[in-house]
C-alpha cells in the first residue's frame, strides 16, 4: 500500500482551514469557554502593563528622546485618565514605559520600532 493512499498531499485535501476573524466587542460573542488570546505573530514589540482602573483615553506624551526612534530599547511616556467606581478615585496617570524591547521571533528586521504597536496592546487591555 503506498503512503499516498493513506494521506493524501495537503494540495489534494478539499478541507479549507477557517479563516481567521477579528474579534470585535459588541458583534462577536465569546462563548462559555472561551478565552481572547493575542496573536503575537502581528505584534513587534508586545508588553503587559497593570493598571489600578479602566482607562478609556491615553495619549502619547512628547519627549526629548528623538523622533522616529528606530533602536532597542525603546522608552515612550504615556498619560492616561482612568474610569474608576466612584469619581472621587479617578485618576491622571503618566506612565513611563522603558527598557522596551523586540519581542516577536520572526526574524525579521531587529532595528525596527513601531510603538503604535504598544500602544495598541495597552488600549485593548484597559
Same mark, same amino acid.
Given at each position: 500500500?503506498?503512503?499516498?493512499?493513506?494521506?493524501?498531499?495537503?494540495?489534494?485535501?478539499?478541507?479549507?482551514?477557517?479563516?481567521?476573524?477579528?474579534?470585535?466587542?459588541?458583534?462577536?460573542?465569546?462563548?462559555?469557554?472561551?478565552?481572547?488570546?493575542?496573536?503575537?505573530?502581528?505584534?513587534?514589540?508586545?508588553? !503587559?502593563?497593570?493598571? &489600578?482602573?479602566?482607562?478609556?483615553?491615553? @495619549?502619547?506624551?512628547?519627549?526629548? $528622546?528623538?523622533?522616529?526612534? #528606530?533602536?532597542?530599547?525603546?522608552?515612550?511616556?504615556?498619560?492616561?485618565?482612568?474610569?474608576?467606581?466612584?469619581?472621587?478615585?479617578?485618576?491622571?496617570?503618566?506612565?513611563?514605559?522603558? !527598557?522596551?524591547?523586540? &519581542?516577536?521571533?520572526?526574524?525579521?528586521? @531587529?532595528?525596527?520600532?513601531?510603538? $503604535?504597536?504598544?500602544?495598541? #496592546?495597552?488600549?485593548?487591555?484597559?
Amino acid at each position: 500500500m503506498d503512503v499516498d493512499e493513506l494521506m493524501p498531499a495537503i494540495e489534494e485535501s478539499e478541507e479549507q482551514p477557517p479563516a481567521l476573524e477579528a474579534f470585535i466587542p459588541g458583534t462577536h460573542v465569546l462563548g462559555k469557554d472561551e478565552i481572547l488570546e493575542p496573536d503575537d505573530s502581528v505584534y513587534i514589540m508586545r508588553h !503587559s502593563m497593570n493598571v &489600578t482602573w479602566p482607562c478609556l483615553s491615553f @495619549d502619547v506624551l512628547r519627549d526629548n $528622546l528623538g523622533d522616529e526612534r #528606530q533602536r532597542y530599547p525603546a522608552t515612550a511616556y504615556l498619560v492616561a485618565g482612568t474610569q474608576a467606581d466612584q469619581a472621587s478615585k479617578n485618576e491622571l496617570t503618566v506612565f513611563k514605559m522603558s !527598557s522596551l524591547h523586540r &519581542t516577536q521571533k520572526d526574524g525579521g528586521n @531587529d532595528n525596527y520600532i513601531s510603538l $503604535l504597536t504598544i500602544f495598541l #496592546q495597552i488600549l485593548a487591555m484597559m
